[in-house]
């Protein structure tokens, strides 16, 4: 079993772990930390893909590492974006959930 | 090799600090002496595991580099401790 | 005889471990100081891609500065004095979400069983690429992402930028232009004020060293950037440096300079080289650095305001 196979298949159980958290757990951070491995798990892919690609004298095929560099930003930039929607969310609804009925069964929190 | 058999041991000793320390982190009764096994038995691990590696280094500036990596993970690690421990002794009072 | 498979399958085993122990941890905090672990181990792995300019962003930006964005934000929802947690579903439902994830997994992993060989690659593309408009770079990715695949970057640029906007319009309109909640306690420590005295200016060193030697060997604008946030973040925490003002003129110029003037050299390139974003052959590398430097100070700007959050009202406003 050749480490790019390895690296591949662990992408893909990665990619199987978060789901699962993603679906399971009712915190919203916990779902984010799930979304993120899945982001992992996609990002390691990639990674195998640009190893297999190598030719041109390089060891590796540059453009799906650099997206991957991209990738890796641009999903930190998502998750505090996500964090700051999860905190506001919270502090209104007074709940921490991402359950629709906390708009409808206030808890002690009011428009700022 | 005589460089080998130093850096083989030199490594291996480090090896050996950093499982004793995840044993205190595992076998110790109380946060605090398990940030003390930590903190004490990594750093020291690194160290053997840098000293070994010195030999092996292409050029006298990685082998520098080497040992800014060992001085910066001293100072973080032993920052990092004396934050935890603040933490904890405050939490337990 | 080589131990290196053994390495490798041991290197699996463990990230694996810990993504599993991420996703069924108790609480919070400890699946987030899973998840960094788990982050630096997968920055081992993407070594062993043969991908060190990967496994620098993503111990720094993957796993680091992620970790403390999510550790600040479970502070600040162990802060909240009414949340009050949903009940776990029913075992039905796992079931049902572990067959699907596991169905998931599975064709993925046949996909990758299954993948085309001898295998595509843009290699051949990008060395062109790199020995015309990125001349004189020596590390590809660098030639890839500046030069080569130079419209996507910019637009990265442009996407931290909009994230930064975003959090900020999160928080409520009567704080809009205050800074930032605080990220410690507002009394300073010893240990943190030594750490910040002590580590920054070799942090800032080290940060500039990575970005300065991108060019030919791995590194690069975003890992140097990620550092010099760091570095700011600590200095924050220490209480050495306040949080600034959202409507601060040189946080708000300092954000911009990076895609500002990566635009302003790519519309250039239509007068001086022919065509949007192309560089004039002799210069191509100066310019390259030059755009890079900027970036590095946009990323350093947005970073530590994505973990700080959005602007708050003070109490004595």
Known sequence: ?112 | MLLDVFSITAISAGAFFFFAGTVGLLRFPDSLTRLHALTKADNLGLGLVALGLLPRADSALSALKLIVIWALVLLSGASTAQLIGRALRRSRK | MSILPYVDIGLALLVVGIASTTVAARDLFAAVVGYVAYGLLLAFVWIRLYAPDVALTEAAVGSGVTGVLLITAGKRLGALKNAVPDAQPALAFKLLAGALAALVAGALGAAILLLPDPPPSLAPEAAAAADGAGAGLGNPITAVLMSYRSVDTMLEKLVLILAVVGVWSVGSDKAWGSAPAELRQPKATAPMVFLAQTLAPVGVLIAIHIFWTGANAPGGAFQGGALLAAMWMVIMMAQLAKLPRIDAQWLRMALVSGPAVFLIFGLAGELTAGSFFAYPHSLAKPIILFIEAFMVLSIAAALPMLVAGPPSERPDQ
């Open chain 1, 1 to 112: 079993m050749t480490p790019l196979v390895l690296a591949g298949l662990v992408g893909a159980s990665l990619v199987g772990l978060g789901l699962y958290g993603l679906i399971l757990h009712p915190h919203p951070l916990r779902k984010l930390l799930a979304f993120n491995l899945i982001g992992n798990g996609v990002f390691l892919v990639f990674g195998i893909v640009a190893r297999r690609g190598a030719a041109a004298g390089f060891r590796f095929d540059p453009v799906p590492q650099a997206m991957v560099i991209t990738g890796i930003v641009v999903a930190f930039a998502a998750s505090a974006l996500a964090v700051a929607i999860i905190l506001r969310l919270s502090a209104e609804s007074g709940r921490v959930t991402l359950d629709p009925e906390a708009w409808t069964k206030p808890n002690g929190g009011d428009a700022k």
